[in-house]
Nanobody, 124 residues
Framework: QVQLVESGGGLVQAGGSLRLSCAAA????????MGWFRQAPGTEREFVTA????????LYADSVKGRFTISRDSAKNTVSLQMDSLKPEDTAVYFC?????????????????WGQGTQVTVSS
């Protein structure tokens, strides 16, 4: 079993920045691909970004491309999401997720483990 714990959410004004972190435990971190999803009230869970086991490949939703950056630190078993130029429409609960298979995925069904989520609120 893998435990994922997110941190770093909060309230920020439009145009500002936040950095989310996700700490992973319970499985060798290098065997897990990682991703971030988000869910706003009344909407479906939405893919944000993903990074492969090696960290060499990343994938972004069009809505965040150029503003968000995913990275991983194997020494600390963490994955981070740097969010810049935030917009009110980025407001959501952000979930860290992990998958065991090789490759990189947008679909939430491909992910095996999930964190509890952290709230990000962007005020206009």
């Amino acid at each position: 079993q893998v435990q994922l714990v997110e941190s770093g959410g909060g309230l920020v004004q439009a145009g500002g920045s936040l950095r989310l972190s996700c700490a992973a435990a319970g499985r060798t971190f290098s065997t897990l691909g990682m991703g971030w999803f988000r869910q706003a009230p009344g909407t479906e869970r939405e893919f944000v970004t993903a990074i492969t086991r090696s960290g060499r490949s990343t994938l972004y939703a069009d809505s965040v491309k150029g503003r968000f950056t995913i990275s991983r630190d194997s020494a600390k078993n963490t994955v981070s999401l740097q969010m810049d130029s935030l917009k009110p429409e980025d407001t959501a609960v952000y979930f860290c997720a992990a998958y065991r298979n090789s490759g990189i995925f947008r679909k939430w069904g491909e992910y095996d483990y999930w964190g509890q989520g952290t709230q990000v609120t962007v005020s206009s």
